[in-house]
């Protein structure tokens, strides 16, 4: 079983930065694409950025410039550096993380963490 401990999230203002960590643990083999979604209240869910395991990355419009995402594989963690923070910014954010492990093999199988809770003040 894989557990996504995720940590960082809080209160921050308009202009400020925060950083988002989230570490995988559990019967892992590797790792694919990890990265973070985050679900304002009253909305979907929606993709923030992403890091393939060759460090290719992808992010949403609303965070480029904005949000950096990285990763460790050593330590199994992905990250989110959020600067220049705008209230419409507020949500939980989740990481999410495609892992293979001896039960899942040949798949990658998806593993969610439980959320953090960003909120943004003006």
């Known amino acids: 079983q894989v557990q996504l401990v995720e940590s960082g999230g809080g209160l921050g203002q308009a202009g400020g930065s925060l950083r988002l960590s989230c570490a995988a643990s559990g019967s892992i083999i590797s790792i694919n694409t990890m990265g973070w979604y985050r679900q304002a209240p009253g909305k979907q869910r929606d993709l923030v950025a992403t890091?393939?395991?060759?460090?290719?990355?992808n992010a949403a419009d609303s965070v480029k410039g904005r949000f950096t995402i990285s990763r460790d594989n050593a330590k199994n963690t992905v990250y989110l550096q959020m600067n220049s923070l705008k209230p419409e910014d507020t949500a939980v954010y989740y990481c999410n993380e495609k892992v293979r492990t001896r039960k899942s093999w040949p798949t990658y199988e998806d593993a969610w963490g439980q959320g953090t809770l960003v909120t943004v003040s003006s």
């Open positions: 890091i393939t395991s060759s460090g290719a990355t």
